[in-house]
RNA sequence: GGUCCCAUCGUCUAGAGGCCUAGGACACCACCCUCUCAAGGUGGCGACACGGGUUCGAAUCCCGUUGGGACUGCCA
């Protein structure tokens, strides 16, 4: 089992993306020996710069996943070039000449393939200034994909794509192929979008005389609210994974939510431990509808899962956010949903409040007498509590209405973490 | 335009011809608990896109329609 993932590192990792490492990286751990390679597609020296490339580890770091072997496509641009080479000496590609004007110049309406018309095939050209392209041969090509099952493509619907640029360099889909082989990959686990380019793949890759052909599944599009592939464009930060890790959002949550988009363990179950996922994992489950992205399932996943922490992990998990003590923490901890939250609840422990909500009735009256009772009374929680209700009996008060002034005093909010924690107060 | 993919509650899903009066989860609503707000508990609302087949029987298989999406670069 030896599976990859390859992220473009253009400066954000994405929620997509970060599913597709979930999943390949659940087959890479479910048996001793399975290999997961990080494959960093980062040729364009001007979009993947270093900051970018670090960033794709951090996160897949964060989410707390690991990989055992790492590459760059930029640094195997040698392997690339023999393969062209090859390909050319063995007749199954050819240059041209043809600029992206002369073909659109040459295109008919009714063309079957909205692409290149094989000008070039026969001419005979040389490769300097051209472009290699894949002579694509007559026949069908069948993609067996996990999710999908048996898809048929028309060749006579595959254009004579590019394989390298007149200036020698592999364009992806080479580049891609030859590191598949040389890495000996078994697992192609990858988004829909690279399903059309599959047939591609695989004539490419018998061609290149690749023996047994890897084991594919591509992934469903994860949507957004408009039903359309989520996207930095059209949705800003929603897809960027580094987002939820500065709003608070546990990576462990963070993992269990994206492994639902497409699959499920069973058993009506959702909540499930990572290692736990591994076990249950099985690319045959894949669901092959495009899922939407639900920031609020995801939220209640992630309260979930900070109501699980111990006291400790909770309060370590804060750490960023705010400090608290070990008596106040397990009252915050069933309050929020993202750690993010956690200030707003605890601010008035630490510095004075402002009130800018209107006061309750009575305020005046409950406020004097607990000032006074609380000087008295025992200063712990029922000591507290039965003080205020006291005052409040003495109002005609319940302890609900009783404590909305109180509370409003100390916390500069109508609501918020019981009451009895102002003893927590010096 | 061409090729390909997809279609169960608002959302994520379970469902491999009878176990389906279609199950679970999020969201929403109500009630209980309760010092506010939460958490927790109980209950409720709510779906097989449409039309034809096949079959004793279809959410499940086939065909068509409609709707959505992806791909269609000398990007990755």
New binding site residues.
Partial sequence: MRTRF?????GYFHVGGARSVLYNWFLARQAPGGVLILR?????RE??GEEHVDGIRRAITWLGLDWDEEYR?SERAELYATAAARLFGDGNAYY?????EE?DARKK????????DRFCRDRGLPPE???L?FRVPPGKTV?E?K????????ND???D??I????G?????L??VVDDIEMRITHVVR???????T?PYELLWAALGGGTLPVFA?L??I?D?????I?KRRDGDLVVLERYALEGYLPSAMCN?LA?????P??????VPLDEMVQLFRL???????????V??????N??YI?ALSVDEFIAACEPWANLSREVAP?VQ????VLSDVPG?VDWLAAPVEVTTPWPDNSAAMLEGCTAAFETCPWD?DGV?DA??AVGQANGL???????PI?LAV?G?????????IALLP
């Fill in positions: 390859s992220p473009s590192p253009t960093i597609e980062d040729t364009d979009r993947h496509q041209c000449s043809c600029t992206r073909i309406p009714g063309d079957p393939q909205g692409g290149y200034g051209n472009a392209r993609v994909d999710v999908r099952g048996v898809v048929e493509f028309d619907n595959i254009q794509f590019v390298q640029r007149a200036d360099s592999a364009l992806f889909i580049a891609n988004g829909e979008e690279h399903l059309p380019n047939a591509h469903s599009v949507v609210d408009k039903r359309r592939k996207s939510y639902l988009l497409g699959w499920s069973g058993e009506n179950r959702e909540i045959d489950d894949l669901n092959s509808s495009s899922a939407f992205f639900d609020k399932k995801l939220r209640a996943f309260g979930e109501r009252e069933t309050r929020v949903e609840l929680h509590k205020i209700e319940k302890l609900g209405k009783a404590q909305a509370r916390m909010k109508p609501q918020g973490l019981p009451i009895t924690t």
